[in-house]
């Protein structure tokens, strides 16, 4: 199996994580929102795949490019 590195897209705040490590995904699945400018914006999975990992946690400032989640895929 292959480790996808899911990055943030903008710079904001981790507003909501809703799935954990181990949990099974599944493409187009939101896994984490995130806020900029008062609108929420999801964090959605882009392959089939398991959480291996979550290196943010809820109220966390991060900027575009930031590592949020790994997948195992």
Do not use: F, H, N, Y
């Not at 904001?12 to 599944?26: A, H, M, R």
């Not at 900029?36 to 795949?49: A, H, Y």
């Amino acid at each position: 199996m292959a480790e996808l590195e899911v990055k943030s897209d903008i710079t904001g705040t981790v507003w909501k994580i809703l799935s954990k490590e181990g949990d099974e995904i599944q493409e187009d699945d939101t896994m984490i929102i995130l806020e900029s400018m008062k609108m929420e914006i999801p964090l959605s999975s882009t392959e089939d795949g398991v959480i291996k990992r979550i290196v943010v946690a809820e109220g966390d400032a991060v900027a575009e490019g930031d590592l949020i989640l790994v997948l195992e895929v």
